[in-house]
Every structure is written in structure tokens, then in C-alpha cells.
């Protein structure tokens, strides 16, 4: 099982909309957990960190459940402007941050 | 937010030829790593330091080697750079604390021609 995957997308969203993706992560004793977002041919970019249950900032809400092991990430009336691509990140087995190959979000006009 | 740097930002370069990617972060940083990433790709890391004269490999083989004789210095180096180098590569730091975010520079985009 790899140490973190995500909903591949792509999302293709009405501005306005709501959007949700999921990751989920094979290592129990992660403790903490990241969401990016990266631009077309850009660097990823912090978006939000999760260290408890979850974790809100204006529009976008992040969720952790220890007990699936999962993380989520929500989008709530969607902008052009998130469309993006957004990256699951979770501390893996070696000591590393672990990327997930992330999800593609469009948000249409 | 973490000031880290990375240049050139394009390198167009033959077959051939040995090139350095620079790196920098003025955060005091101790943890600093190396990524590489095609167009539309996962990321992937070839390289990383926990500090100063502490390197080891990450999960994608590279023929690249870094060196780590400053905190706050990076450097990727390939000796003889070929068209299946061709990518996009970012480097990021970290503090110490145990699952603290990276933070990315902007990236050296590298064709190999």
C-alpha cells in the first residue's frame, strides 16, 4: 500500500461550488499533516497545516480522522482562482514528509 | 514565510556539460531537500540533508550528488548532463522540529539539449 494516496481528479467545478477531496495515509503514528497547492509549473505552496482534528481558514477546511486515516480537504465556494492542483502530505515511514501525487481541481466560470 | 532560493531559474544546456543548481535559505534551516519534478508529475526526492555534512538519497535514484558544507547552502551538481535530465528540480528546507511543512523555492527549470 503506498504511504499516501489521493483522489487523482480531475475536479471540473462550477464557480461558486463546493468541493471536497480525500487522501488517505498507511502510517498510523503520523502525527501531522499538510495540504499545498501548486500551480501549473510552479513550486508547491503551503496551504493549510492539520495537527488535531482539523483545522479551517476562511473558505478552506481540513479534516483528520485518525481512526480511517484520512485527511480532507474543503473548498467551499469555489473561486477561478483555487483552480490548481492540491497535494496530500503526510509523514511517511523514513523519517520524510510524503507527497501524494495530488488532485487537479478546475473551477469553471 | 521561509526566504529560499534557488537559481538559475532556466538552465538550457548540452549533452555533456557538468552544471550546478543553487539553493539557499536564509531561515536558519536544518533540514533542506531536493526534488525533482516532470511537468503534470508526482514529486519526487533525490536528495536530502538533516545538516551540515549530513546527505543522503532519497527514493528516486539520480545521478546527481549534493554537498551540504553550509547551513544555509544546497547545491545539486551533475557531472555530465543528459536529455534524460531534462525536469524540473525544487529544493526545499525545513526546521528541526520533527514534521515541520517545507517550504520551496521557485525551482530551476533544466533542459539538456
Known amino acids: 500500500r503506498k504511504e499516501v494516496e489521493q483522489d487523482p481528479g480531475p475536479f471540473n467545478v462550477p464557480e461558486g461550488a463546493t468541493v471536497a477531496f480525500n487522501c488517505t495515509y498507511s502510517n498510523s503514528a503520523s502525527q501531522s499533516f499538510f495540504w499545498y497547492r501548486q500551480d501549473c509549473r510552479k513550486e508547491p505552496k503551503l496551504l493549510m497545516s492539520v495537527y488535531s482534528s482539523g483545522n479551517e481558514d476562511g473558505r478552506f477546511t481540513a479534516q483528520l480522522n485518525r481512526a480511517s486515516q484520512y485527511i480532507s480537504l474543503l473548498i467551499r465556494d469555489s473561486k477561478l482562482s483555487d483552480s490548481a492542483t492540491y497535494l496530500c502530505?503526510?509523514?511517511?515511514?523514513?523519517?520524510?514528509?510524503?507527497f501524494g501525487s495530488g488532485t487537479q481541481l478546475t473551477v469553471l466560470p | 514565510e521561509a526566504d529560499i532560493y534557488q537559481t538559475p531559474r532556466y538552465l538550457v544546456i548540452g549533452t555533456g556539460k557538468k552544471i550546478t543548481l543553487e539553493c539557499s535559505q536564509t531561515m536558519g534551516h536544518d533540514k533542506m531537500y531536493w526534488y525533482q519534478q516532470d511537468p503534470g508529475m508526482e514529486l519526487h526526492l533525490i536528495h536530502y540533508?538533516?545538516?551540515?555534512?549530513?546527505?543522503e538519497k532519497g527514493d528516486l535514484s539520480s545521478e546527481s550528488t549534493v554537498s551540504r558544507i553550509r547551513t544555509e547552502h544546497f547545491p545539486l551538481t551533475l557531472e555530465s548532463a543528459r536529455p534524460s535530465h531534462t525536469s524540473q528540480y525544487l529544493c526545499?528546507?525545513?526546521?528541526?522540529?520533527?514534521?515541520?511543512?517545507?517550504?520551496f523555492g521557485n525551482g530551476t527549470r533544466l533542459t539538456v539539449t
Open positions: 540533508s538533516y545538516g551540515v555534512n549530513s546527505t
Open positions: 526545499a528546507s525545513s526546521a528541526q522540529v520533527n514534521d515541520s511543512p517545507l517550504h
Open positions: 502530505v503526510v509523514p511517511g515511514s523514513a523519517r520524510q514528509l510524503t
